[in-house]
């Protein structure tokens, strides 16, 4: 460990650069489209120039703005890109094949030499984090093994603080990704902390200091906040307390900067795996930071937002309207002033059709009290979904629009399988979600009285 900080020193060269432009030169073959490189904003990939300059001998160049480091995507489409860091360098050059254009070579930059290099250590600590978790939890009521076990976690942390002392000095700009993936071992760290759920969420960017304008447009950002956001929704924490330590995270980075949005963007990804509630709050304050120019990211963000408001209790249950089985266009919103149970079911689904006879008999128990059900049926047989209707007894409101698994309602409700049901107040907003059979049962025993 004595060479570590020389190593780092000779590998992390220093560049200091201020020409305005810098040029991309790319000796790249195999291309099925326009070469183009983009930028991320932790939405979207952006094109960042679209009107690249051919030279005779085939080659591309690009010029990008210059004076400070920032993280660029080369491709011809953006899921398949090759990541670089521009801006800081003359002339950085890349030579490949469009065919796996993440294997290109790039040559002349020692900024990125470096920034592999600094890649492959936070990746390494990583899976070492992961290997002396799983042992320490095996050693569990085994003294001496868990003192051992603790003890390599205190070597690693101090491998982590020295990797990232020895960029602040010789490289600040890839030490922010060093500060994003500074978090140290639980057992080692747990003074202060009532539990290791608490010191995750208040301690794991402690080494990250997002006022520094160095961490703008950091797509590091997005990935350091996306994995803390996937842990705290993954270790059964309730809404209210994910949301009370999502909150105080963001508090320490400025509103309104990318680095806001790109941690927002991190966090909302998770929440809407999970169907959170919370993600439509974080996801309306991204809304809120987003700019003009921004309308391809609000459109498409607005639209996620809709769906999963049908997840949130409380919330308005987005409006719809499709065929019943006359061919009249019937309208969610037609029913309020009654408790309206939206019932997610097709003629093909047995655990649909055996609950159906339960659903019939609360039907009858409060249909004179303000009860109404509205089937939605993920049926693409017509005759089918009839016959079904009729054969189970099923004599309150239907619809559907044929399509099977593609029908707009139950996407637009994030329904992944059947049976399902959306209980809504009189006043449209949701109650619950999926209740059946007894719990169904209570639910409406209790709004009815």
């Known amino acids: 460990m004595k060479h570590f900080s020389l190593l780092v020193a000779l590998l992390l060269s220093s560049v200091a650069f201020s020409q305005k432009t810098v040029t991309l030169t790319c000796k790249v073959d195999a ?25 005779p001998d085939g080659s591309i160049t690009f010029a990008v703005p210059g004076g400070k480091p920032q993280f660029y995507y080369l491709g011809f489409r953006s899921d398949q ?53 799983q042992q320490y939890q095996a050693a569990m009521g085994n003294q001496q093994q868990t003192q051992q076990v603790t003890a390599q976690m205190k070597a690693l942390d101090d491998q982590k603080l020295q990797l990232l002392d020895s ?21 080692n760290s747990q003074a202060g902390y009532s539990n290791e759920i608490e010191y995750f969420a208040k301690a794991f960017f402690k080494y990250a200091d997002f006022k520094d304008e160095g961490y703008e447009g950091l797509p590091w950002v997005f990935e350091a906040f996306q994995g803390y956001a ?25 509103a309104g900067t990318m680095r806001s949005r790109m941690a927002l963007a991190g966090i909302i990804g998770p929440l809407k795996q999970k169907n959170s509630p919370n993600y439509v709050v974080f996801a309306e304050r991204l809304l809120k ?57 097709a003629s093909w689904c047995g655990p649909c059709r055996r609950e159906n006879p339960n659903v019939v008999r609360m039907y009858q128990q409060y249909k004179d009290k303000g009860f109404e059900i509205l089937g939605v049926s993920l049926d693409r047989d017509r ?34 399988s059947i049976p399902h049901t959306v209980l809504l107040d009189a006043e449209g907003r949701i109650l619950a979600r999926n209740l059946r059979g007894e719990a169904l049962e209570h639910k409406l025993a209790e709004i009815f009285k």
């Not at 960029?167 to 057992?187: D, E, F, G, V």
């Not at 009729?390 to 409101?397: A, C, M, R, S, V």
């Open 31 to 55: 291309c099925q489209a326009p070469l183009r490189l983009f930028k991320f904003d932790g939405l979207l990939f952006k094109d960042a120039q679209i009107s690249p300059v051919t030279s």
């Open 81 to 133: 890109t090759l990541i670089l860091i521009l801006g800081a360098e003359k002339d950085v050059r890349v030579e490949g094949s469009c065919n796996d254009i993440r294997t290109a070579t790039i040559s002349g930059s020692p900024l990125n030499d470096s920034y592999q290099w600094v890649k492959n250590r936070v990746n390494i600590f990583k899976n070492q984090t992961g290997q002396l978790i």
């Open 167 to 187: 960029l602040q000095r010789t490289q600040p700009y890839l030490a922010k990704i060093a500060a994003l993936n500074t978090y140290l071992s639980w057992p």
């Open 230 to 254: 996937s842990t705290l929704v993954n270790v059964g924490l309730d809404d209210a307390t994910q949301k009370v330590y999502f909150e105080q995270m963001l508090e320490k980075i400025p």
């Open 289 to 345: 930071e987003l700019k003009a120019g921004d309308e391809a990211a609000i459109a498409n963000l607005q639209q996620q937002v809709a769906g999963m408001r049908s997840f949130t209790i409380g919330a308005e249950a987005p409006d719809f309207a499709q065929a019943t089985p006359e061919g009249k266009m019937l309208k969610l919103s037609e029913l309020r002033g009654k408790v309206v149970l939206i019932d997610f079911w």
């Open 383 to 416: 005759q089918r979904w009839l016959d079904a209707i009729q054969q189970d007894g099923l004599t309150w409101l239907h619809v559907s629009d044929l399509q099977q698994w593609s029908n707009a309602v139950a996407q637009m409700y994030g329904v992944s």
